[in-house]
Structure formats: C-alpha cells, structure tokens
C-alpha cells in the first residue's frame, strides 16, 4: 500500500534561515505525483509545489523547492529565507493512480512550522 | 465565490444526532473527495467518488455516508454522531488526470464538534 511518512511532529526556525521539512514515500508505482501543501492556523490548504514521478529536475517555486531523490524515495520541502508568514502546518501527500489515472491524494502526518524573528 | 464550497463553516452537534456536510463545486471536476483532519494524523480518506454513479470507500468510511446528487455537489453524513468524529472536514476536487500541483482543489474546511 502507498504511505507518506512525515517524522517531524514539529520545527523551528530563525527568521531568514532555510528550513527543510521531510517527506519519505512508498509506493510500487512507477508513476506518481507529489504535492506539498501549507495549512495556516486559518485552515485552509493551500498548495504549494508538485513534482511527478519522471520529471527529471526538481521542482521550484519561489522560495519553495523540492528535494527530489527518487532512489531514496524522499521528498523534502525547503524554504529558503523563512518569513514568520511560514509558520504553518505543512504536509506532504502522494497522488495514488487509480484506473491509470490521477486518483486520491495520501497525506503525511504533517509538520508544524514556527519561524522565530 | 470559491470554487468548492463546504457548508457549514462550522458547527456544534449533540451526540446521537444526525448530521449532513454539503460541498459544491464549480470546477466541473468529476472527482470529488471526503478527508478528515485529525492532529497527528493529517488527511484521511473518509469517501471519493469519480462520478455521480462511482462512489467509494476511503480508509475511514466506518458512521459516515455519502451522497452524491450531481456532479457538483457531493454529501458527506454522519448518521449518528460521536464525539470522536469531532473534526476539521475538507471536501476537494480533482480533474481527470490530476496531473500538475494544481489538480486538486480544497474548499475552506467544515470545523465539526460533537458533544
């Protein structure tokens, strides 16, 4: 069965500092997508950065990258310059193929960002 | 407007009552999900559905029910509420490929308590 694995329960981090949260997966696969997403204290989630199975580069969005090694089947999120805006609760989650289509979204535990100033 | 609705925002129940979650969207997604948000546990599967005549059961089905009335709207019921399925609740949607960050698509959440 496919299965995210976040272990950081909780993180800190200085203000302006880089941050990199973990994210390990399992799956028997060979196509897959995965997301982070950022849950403010308001609730809502708001995506943040994807990369599939066969891109061969890793993905960035601004501040945000993706440290993709698909070998060790992780996929770390880092932050680089952490604003206090960053605190957050953050989750990795896998999209499982179903019908060799893009399927459900399986999520990670999560992990609780706090950026200090 | 948003593009998948839940109501309501929140609410407070009493044990033993019946109670209905209502998601609507207007993305023209066919799949619609269920997920429920415990600490510690992220986002479970509670019920997906991949059109209005496929409906599925997720990780965690047990006292919850589904409906889906049309394509854009999709019902999550709690027959007979427990203080344990006091929760954050998010419907979401997806296209048929999903393919990409954005794929998927959350409403803002259902803030349930059962007491």
């Known amino acids: 069965a496919q299965k995210i694995t976040q272990t950081q329960p909780g993180m800190f981090v200085q203000e302006k500092e880089a941050v990199t949260l973990d994210c390990t997966y399992d799956?028997?696969?060979?196509?897959?997508?995965l997301f982070w997403y950022k849950q403010p204290s308001s609730g809502e989630m708001i995506f943040l950065i994807y990369?599939?199975?066969?891109?061969?580069q890793n993905a960035t969005e601004g501040r945000y990258s993706l440290n993709f090694q698909k070998a060790r089947k992780s996929a770390n999120l880092v932050i680089s310059a952490s604003q206090l805006g960053d605190s957050a609760m953050y989750f990795c989650?896998?999209?499982?193929?179903?019908?060799?289509?893009?399927?459900?979204?399986?999520f990670g535990q999560g992990t609780e960002l706090s950026v200090k100033p | 407007d948003a593009d998948v609705t839940q109501t309501p925002r929140n609410r407070i129940t009493k044990t033993g009552k019946r109670i209905m979650l209502e998601c609507s969207q207007t993305?023209?997604?066919?799949?619609m999900y269920w997920y429920r948000q415990d600490p510690g546990l992220g986002l479970r599967l509670i019920y997906y559905?991949?059109?209005?005549?496929?409906?599925n059961k997720g990780e965690i089905s047990d006292g919850y029910s589904v409906s889906r009335q049309a394509q854009a709207k999709f019902s999550l019921s709690l027959e007979s509420a427990i203080p344990n399925q006091t929760a954050l609740y998010f419907c979401?949607?997806?296209?048929?490929?999903?393919?990409?960050?954005?794929?998927?698509?959350f409403g803002s959440g259902t803030r349930l308590t059962v007491v």
């Open positions: 979401a949607t997806s296209d048929l490929d999903a393919t990409g960050g954005y794929g998927y698509t």
């Open positions: 799956t028997s696969d060979p196509s897959y997508g």
């Open positions: 990369q599939g199975s066969y891109d061969q």
């Open positions: 989650a896998m999209r499982e193929v179903v019908y060799n289509q893009g399927g459900k979204l399986i």
């Open positions: 993305k023209g997604h066919d799949r």
């Open positions: 559905s991949f059109d209005v005549k496929d409906i």
